[in-house]
């Protein structure tokens, strides 16, 4: 299968400053190189503050790198200007973690679903409408609840409104930011759901990050385990949970609650 | 120590910066001293002609301030066009008038307020605090101009009040005691005024601020002690309220400077305030400079005492710089 | 719940009280210019019911004034002729809300004038001056509180936006404003302006030194709103999908804080208009003949008027209602411990 995006080298360096002025530079990523196989999804799993977010920030192009490339569809994306990022962006598309803050709580959820169009201004009024209110059903949201505003959806639905915005401009890689933490344990298994149902429609790739093994079983082809800015250990699924190499692997591992099957072993979700 | 400093520096730039910004206003002036008495008939031409150029007024705006700073290093602040002496002296008594006014305000503003502010907030929700909650609400949506006027009638009907200026006639004749106590007379009335238009907002601060700290755990701890209650409030509570109060302090200093100035003319106290609005429609322009920058000085140093206070007052301030 | 009742009481109060002063010619009984040189410094008039003799009269009605025999300036009432108040009457021309010209009055007299609030130096009447002068003196600091937040809002969102050097350069600006005594500045930047220009345009100068003077805090306030809102995940979000700043700004920023402008301009309204009296009384606002608020009070520098006209009081107190209902919106706004509300009983008392 076709690589959809390779990483290579990257390293994010931050500049934080003191009280007095003294300069630390804090740095979270160091060097992280992987690729992810177009319709695939690449689970990329690690405790707080090992670099998953910032990984995220930086191939949707929210952050900009120190050094390192980033290759979508055989192109390089991370040392682009502003504004031919702009036509990259549609296409690698992120849903956050916690859909309470990532929706503007005074807008409605056709205005949610059709922002993303009308910023990249290519529909009329019409056509938007159109689009938003066919995403709104691929998702599973009700067409009468189309006008509500943000607030008044519960936290599923939510996240099923942020996946719609994503949608819309018909992405070919999804970044999942820990989009599935937020929810309630059954809540979880129908959004997972969606989304392999949304896959397989659609097409899609997946970045999955999750700290959540479980999870990343379930729903992932190959997983990527990060620590304190690198990726210490790579490749598919059911190997690396089955007989962890690094140490952090392991700990993680052994810190997911496990409803285990006595055959094998392994971690059901 | 190091903090201080800080603040102290702080403190000069502003003064430097207001000093600047009440110049870059003066280049408004579309006329000038000058102009007007080029319309008057008995002075001749050739007078304007020297004396503008005596004071430089038709240079560029940076080299008038620099001559300005000059005068200021000089202590004389720029010259008076229509008293025809220097600045500063000018300013100085009449600063010295404020002083005491905006001195004394603060005072008796504070020394009424605090045990107001306590007694309304130990007595939360009841029947004193309900009473002063309304009475300060009454107050503050009295104005200090409605109120300055209201207090100046009210004395001139009834008598009570000498009205107007600072002393009365015959001053020079008078005892010491009774210098002291004529001025002391005259003060009442602008004091007053100025005590009521702060006390409202004093109050409610103090209260807002020593009922968060008697809510606070720590002071609950103390309490299932047994410590006595007024212990409680004197040794505890009151300390750890005093941060956010001291910061009041010095903001009640900028708020009584400003009001000073409308009590000023209302009443006729000989201050800072008649002296500017006499400059300002005489065109005077180095008075007003000058006026204005003293005034902000006053406040900056206000404010610095307030920072000299917290820093006396609350450990965490010394402790924290010394970390640094 | 209870916070959005009292916002309405609020809301329609001011509501009331601005009402009446716009439609100051209907309330009027006269042209706050019309002059009655011959009888000037009336006292305010009273209404009666029950007349002289002890009659009870139908229709409430007030006596004609005359000089009180061997005094210049004492007067007392003629006792001898009720001159009957009237409603609805025709009197002067106006035009309703600047845009209806009419002639109707609320109430009125025949043949002779009513005083109900005394008359002024020149026989201007009072009342009708007052309400004529509301309209300046509010309208001054309704437009000078918009542009103070105008600006406030432009510096604000632009500094924490933006940030860097902008940041930097406009928070110090405010600091310098913040930090000299309000009327001082203002007194200030007066002084440097022509002195003595015609009232329309001495009104618009006086709303532009008002409006230019008071900006720093709402622009603080509006930045700090303006620098957590830009951290939302929903602004990252669509700055994802390709949204510009402005786009940014418009839809998802400045909204927020549309809670902090609307708390500001209920705090900043009344200031502004007792800027524009204290810049009147002192001279330096609105000159005459255009009654204000604040020169309306100018007469009270002479200490012949304060000792005998104690009615040329009775202007200062046109703007205490306006200052309750503000201020009671602002509290209501902020949620403080609100004028004569005290919610709960602390627990210092059950030590």
């Known amino acids: 299968m076709e690589e959809l995006l390779k990483v290579e080298n990257l390293e994010k360096h931050y500049e934080n400053t003191g009280v007095l002025g003294t300069k630390k530079e804090v740095a979270a990523l160091r060097g992280v190189s992987f690729s992810i196989s177009a319709r695939s999804t690449l689970a990329l799993v690690g405790e707080s503050g090992s670099g998953k977010s910032t990984l995220a920030f930086c191939i949707a192009c929210l952050e900009r790198p120190t050094s390192g490339s980033i290759i979508f569809r055989g192109e390089e994306i991370a040392a682009r200007p502003e504004e031919e990022q702009r036509t990259v962006r549609p296409k690698i598309q992120l849903v956050f973690q916690d859909p309470t803050r990532s929706l503007n709580p005074r807008f409605s959820a056709l205005e949610i679903v059709s922002e993303p169009l009308l910023v990249q201004g290519q529909c009329s009024k019409r056509e938007r409408e159109d689009k938003a209110r066919a995403l709104l059903a691929q998702v599973g949201i009700p067409q009468q609840k189309a006008l509500h505003k943000a607030d008044e959806f519960s936290g599923g639905q939510r996240q099923r409104l942020a996946i719609a915005r994503a949608l819309a401009l018909e992405p070919k890689l999804l970044i999942l930011d820990e989009a599935l933490s937020a929810l309630d344990c059954s809540v979880q298994a129908q959004i997972s759901n969606l989304l392999l149902e949304l896959q397989s429609l659609l097409g899609l790739t997946y970045l999955f990050i999750t700290h959540d093994l479980a999870m990343a079983g379930h729903l992932a082809d190959e997983i990527a385990v990060m620590e304190q800015g690198k990726i210490v250990e790579l490749g598919p699924v059911e190997k690396v949970l089955r007989s962890p190499e690094q140490k952090v692997t392991q700990r993680l591992i052994m810190a997911t609650p496990r409803l285990t099957d006595a055959a094998d072993g392994l971690v059901v979700a | 120590m190091r903090y201080l400093l800080h603040r102290l520096t702080q403190a000069v730039f502003l003064l430097i910066g207001a000093s600047l910004l009440t110049f870059l206003f003066s280049t408004l002036a579309p006329g000038n001293y000058f102009d007007e008495m080029r319309l008057n008939p008995q002075i001749s031409p050739e007078t304007v002609t020297a004396l503008r150029a005596q004071y430089q007024l038709d240079r560029p705006l940076p080299v008038r301030y620099a001559r300005w700073v000059r005068s200021l290093l000089r202590g004389e602040m720029g010259f008076s066009f229509s008293y025809n002496t220097p600045v500063a002296p000018l300013l100085w008594v009449r600063a010295r008038n404020t002083l005491l006014l905006t001195v004394f305000a603060t005072l008796f503003a504070w020394a009424l307020a605090l045990p107001l502010g306590i007694w309304s907030a130990t007595t939360l929700g009841r029947a004193p605090d309900r009473a002063l909650s309304w009475a300060t609400a009454a107050l503050l949506v009295i104005p200090d101009l409605v109120l300055a006027l209201g207090l100046l009638i009210l004395a001139v009907r009834s008598g009570w009040f000498p009205t107007g200026g600072m002393v009365s006639v015959g001053f020079e004749n008078f005892s010491r005691i009774q210098q002291f106590r004529d001025v002391a007379s005259h003060m009442e009335l602008p004091v007053i005024a100025l005590v009521l238009s702060a006390l409202p907002i004093l109050v409610r601060h103090v209260r807002a601020a020593v009922a968060e700290v008697l809510e606070a755990p720590f002071l609950r701890a103390a309490a299932s002690h047994g410590i006595r209650r007024s212990r409680l409030l004197c040794r505890y509570a009151l300390r750890a309220a005093a941060n956010p109060l001291i910061s009041l302090f010095g903001f009640s200093v900028g708020a009584l400077l400003s009001g000073s100035l409308l009590v000023e003319v209302v009443m006729s106290w000989p201050g800072l305030g008649p002296l500017l609005l006499e400059a300002i429609l005489a065109r005077d322009l180095y008075v007003v400079i000058g006026g204005v920058l003293f005034s902000t000085m006053f406040l900056v140093l206000g404010n610095f005492l307030a920072d000299l206070l917290v820093y006396w007052a609350d450990p965490r301030i010394r402790t924290r710089t010394a970390a640094q | ?351």
């Open chain 3, 1 to 351: 719940m209870i916070q959005r009742r009292g916002l309405k009481r609020w809301l329609l109060a001011l509501a009331a009280l601005h009402g009446v002063v716009a439609c100051a010619g209907f309330f009027a009984p006269y042209d706050p210019a019309e002059q009655d040189r011959e009888r000037p410094y009336l006292p305010p008039m009273k209404i009666h019911l029950v007349d002289a003799q002890g009659l009870h009269h139908l229709r409430p009605f007030f006596y004609a004034v005359r000089l009180r025999d061997g005094s210049f300036d004492q007067f007392e009432e003629s006792t001898g002729q009720p001159l009957p108040l009237q409603f609805f009457v025709t009197g002067a021309r106006y035009r309703l809300l600047g845009l209806v010209p009419t002639r109707l009055h609320l109430f009125g007299a025949q043949t002779s004038r009513i005083h109900l609030l005394g008359s002024d130096a020149y026989g201007r009447d009072q009342l009708s001056r007052i309400l004529y002068g509301g309209q300046i003196s509010l309208l001054a600091g309704l437009l000078g509180a918009g542009l103070t937040l105008f600006l406030g809002v432009l510096v604000g969102a632009t500094a924490g936006y933006y940030g860097g050097w902008r940041d930097g350069l406009f928070m110090r600006l405010a600091e310098l404003f913040a930090a000299l005594p309000w009327l001082y500045l203002l007194f200030a930047l007066r002084a440097f302006l022509p002195l003595a220009v015609s009232p329309v345009r001495a009104f618009f100068l006086i709303i532009l030194v008002i409006g230019a003077v008071g900006w720093a805090r709402p622009a603080r306030l509006v930045r700090g709103v303006v620098l957590s809102a830009r951290e939302r995940d929903f602004v990252r979000a669509a700055r994802g999908f390709g949204a510009t700043d402005g786009y940014l700004l418009r839809r998802h920023i400045l909204p927020e804080t549309s809670s902090v402008i609307l708390t500001q301009a209920a705090i900043l309204v009344p200031q502004f208009v007792l800027a524009e009296m204290t810049l009147s009384f002192l001279g330096l606002g609105v000159p005459e003949p255009v009654p204000t608020w604040g020169n309306l009070l100018a007469s009270l520098q002479q200490y012949s008027v304060l000792l005998s006209y104690w009615w040329m009081y009775v202007p200062a107190l046109a703007i205490v209602p306006f200052f309750l209902g503000y201020l009671g919106l602002a509290s209501t706004l902020h949620q403080d411990a609100g004028i004569g509300k005290i919610e709960r009983t602390s627990s210092w008392n059950s030590w």
